[in-house]
């Protein structure tokens, strides 16, 4: 199983989009500092995910996520409700 995941900064309102296939393992390297883009960020949680049978199908989600911001500011929209 295959993940995009949207972590949301405890500091500031900032949010990052990633993928990975060890959700859990992958949150524990953000919030220790080892992910260069996230570590002036951290805390951060996930707010959202979605799964995926195969890593391509993440990925090429993940790109539209970060390519199109249309898109990500409805995903993270839909959060606030």
């Not at 990052?16 to 992910?35: A, Q």
């Not at 790109?63 to 409700?81: A, F, G, N, P, T």
Request: net charge positive.
């Amino acid at each position: 199983m295959f993940f995009i995941y949207i972590l949301k900064s405890n500091k500031k309102e900032w949010y990052y989009v990633g993928s990975t296939n060890r959700l859990e393992v992958r949150l524990k390297e953000h919030n220790s500092g080892k992910v260069r883009s996230t570590k002036y960020f951290i805390p951060l949680e996930i707010v959202y995910t979605k799964s995926f049978n195969s890593e391509v199908e993440a990925r090429l989600y993940e790109h539209k996520i970060k390519d199109c911001r249309l898109e990500k500011e409805r995903i993270i929209k839909s959060l606030k409700k």
